[in-house]
């Protein structure tokens, strides 16, 4: 775990991630060269490239095409989700009666991504000429309506004549809200991932991780199983929906499958690098993400990539459903107007900047809180403030399981109510411990590693101690390790060589959850200097001594600094626990963790690097 000053850290573990190191699967030459023989590249790949994919468990042919060569033409049947062919069936009901019909979103990424996929295909389907009278989409307010279905739209829409509601990224909690829809006289059709105790009294629930589900895929998203909605509409009858329709909605699901962190493999990669495709072709991009991607800087030619949404993109978007004007984010995927766009995009940003003024506040206030806790060992932090907004505390608390490596809890009071986010590590199921707490919530739900509560400001104490004593019980396996892909002797390299290996990682894209960016270790090396500090110290640049490389005049690998984002905090603290002077620095051999990519950092003078070296992780070398 990372840790304040005075807080001894465990033995043999990385100083910046907290974690023991753990290779990835060990490939032997026999597999290597079987593996190769079945790579469909129109180039001759390294051993590198090879390793990965087979480490990754590609060895099988078909896995391996589908793998490089992702089509459309693989996903799977949408009517193997249950309830699909009764979605479908109500739905063309209503257009061919045209029906007035809501569609109800959430207030992140995936929520309001999943609403405009579904505002956009409600629009455009026709059977024989009908179609139904779409009220516009709607997004709850976190703060007014807090989580899941709000019941005042619930009211309004009845009065207003609506006969069917479809909810996206929520729905499958709310029992008692589809209660009165159904009492108002509407039906209701749940689009949702999200787990659930009781069914609610919908017509149609689809979910791909509801029990007894079958579908192959169970990393579908609200916007992926709205998507796989659209898909089987036209399934149905082909000509509902124009041609190339599913095409055009592609950037929404990859953009929500991306930020709700869901495994990019299988179905989820095909989706998300046909994408990108939309992404990165001007032609076709939508032009509210085309000017979100202007004011986060990224239209300067670069291609996009899955890290740009999660650090770029959905940040902006997901403040306006935080601490901003949710609708605001709705309206910018599905406005046609640039004018518009380039407004609402800078409201977007105006909004994420605040957010991180507060991010960094509640962060600082949190670590304080959390020391003593930590210092005697608990095996999870519950904290509370009246100060901290109740839209941000989801990031705070993952920031803090960053931090600890322990699951998190943070608490926004409000009067006689307080609202919590959870965040867990990997070894622990914080909704199945919420739910063993639930006599002490008023509403909880999630997934195992992110859930949400609310609970009587009152009980917060009696709860913690609940929690605290349920993770007690829980198995524990410890530190979860910080994998790596492959050793590799940077002080072998030429600066050329990493430049032609980030060219075949790029083949392994698009990267995110079940396809992380590989990451390489590279051992004994000593340090050029002190680490440079970065943006006032928060991030640090690593130079290591290199050794020319022998009959020949090529720049090595070595003279290519490493940036290391975030570390400045969790350096300061090694020197300061370990009492280390400069000159120990300088001597101390070291080991780290790092990944290469394409730079898309173009310096105002000096020549353009296209390479950056990004260091991960690093701890004093084995053999020293």
């Known amino acids: 775990m990372q840790l304040e000053m005075g807080f001894n850290p465990p033995d043999d573990v990385g100083i910046l991630s907290g974690r023991p190191w753990q290779p990835h699967f060990e490939v032997d030459g026999e597999l290597l060269d079987l593996t190769r023989r079945k790579v469909p590249l129109d180039f001759s790949p390294s051993d590198h490239l090879i390793r990965i994919l087979a480490g990754r468990g590609f060895t099988d042919t078909g896995d391996i095409e589908n793998f490089f060569f992702p089509s459309l033409d693989q996903l799977h049947d949408p009517f193997l989700l249950q309830e699909m062919d009764i979605a479908v069936d109500r739905m063309m009901k209503a257009v061919a009666m045209g029906e007035r019909v809501a569609i109800h979103g959430d207030f992140d990424v995936d929520g309001i991504t999943g609403c ?49 509601l479809v909810t996206v990224d929520t729905g499958a909690a709310a029992a008692k809200e589809i209660d009165l829809a159904c009492s108002l006289g509407m039906d209701v059709i749940v689009l949702d991932h999200h787990i659930f105790e009781e069914r609610p009294n919908a017509v149609a629930l689809i979910n791909p991780r509801r029990d007894g589900a079958t579908y192959p895929n169970d990393e579908l998203c609200g916007v992926a199983v709205a998507f796989k909605f659209a898909q089987a509409l036209q399934q149905n009858n082909p000509a509902c929906l124009p041609a190339g329709f599913l095409d055009s909605v592609l950037d929404l699901v990859a953009l929500g499958l991306v930020a709700d962190q869901m495994a990019i493999v299988g179905e989820n990669r095909i989706l998300v690098k046909n994408g990108l495709k939309r992404f990165n072709d001007r032609s076709r991009i939508r032009v509210g993400l085309a000017a979100l991607l202007a004011v986060a800087g990224l239209d300067r030619g670069f291609p996009v990539t899955t890290s740009d949404f999660a650090y770029q993109l959905a940040p902006r978007i997901n403040a306006c459903g935080r601490i901003g004007r949710v609708m605001s984010a709705l309206e910018l995927l599905l406005t046609k107007d640039e004018g518009t766009a380039r407004e609402l995009a800078a409201e977007a940003d105006r909004t994420n900047t605040r957010r991180k003024e507060q991010d960094i506040l509640l962060k600082g206030e949190a670590l304080e809180m959390a020391l003593p806790y930590v210092q005697r060992g ?157 943006s006032g110290g928060a991030h640090l640049r690593f130079a290591f001594r290199g050794p020319a490389i022998a009959n020949t005049d090529e720049t090595p690998a070595l003279s290519r600094e490493f940036v290391s984002f975030g570390s400045g905090d969790a350096w300061r603290r090694m020197l300061a626990h370990e009492k280390l002077s400069a000159k120990g620095v300088l001597d101390r051999r070291w080991d780290v963790l790092f990944q290469v990519g394409r730079s898309t950092f173009r310096p105002r003078h000096g020549q353009y690097d296209p390479v950056q070296q990004l260091l991960v992780d690093i701890k004093p070398a084995e053999s020293s």
């Not at 139904?132 to 009845?158: C, K, N, S």
Request: charged share 25%.
């Open 116 to 164: 405009a996929l579904l505002c956009e295909t409600l629009e455009a389907v026709r059977v024989d000429g009908s179609q139904v009278r779409l009220e516009p989409g709607f997004i709850p307010d976190r703060a007014t309506d807090g989580y899941g279905v709000a019941e005042r739209m619930v009211r309004q829409w009845a009065s207003e004549g609506v006969t069917l």
């Open 378 to 534: 608990d095996c999870g932090l519950v904290l509370e403030s009246k100060a901290w907004h109740k839209g941000i505390i989801g990031i705070g608390a993952a920031r803090l399981v960053e931090q600890y490596q322990l699951p998190v809890i943070l608490i926004s009071v409000e009067g006689h109510e307080a609202r919590g986010s959870a965040r867990s590590v990997p070894h622990v199921d914080v909704k199945s411990a919420m739910d063993r707490c639930s006599g002490y919530l008023l509403r909880h739900g999630g997934h195992a590693q992110a859930a949400g509560m609310t609970l009587r400001t009152r009980d917060i104490s009696d709860f913690r101690e609940e929690f605290l004593k349920v993770l007690r019980e829980m198995p524990h396996t410890g530190p979860v390790p910080e994998g790596y892909d492959l050793d590799l002797c940077m002080d072998e390299l030429c600066a050329q060589d990493v430049a032609r290996l980030v060219s075949e990682m790029e083949h392994l894209e698009p990267f995110g959850a079940g396809n992380r960016k590989p990451i390489f270790r590279c051992n004994n090396l000593q340090l050029l200097r002190q680490p440079t500090p970065l």
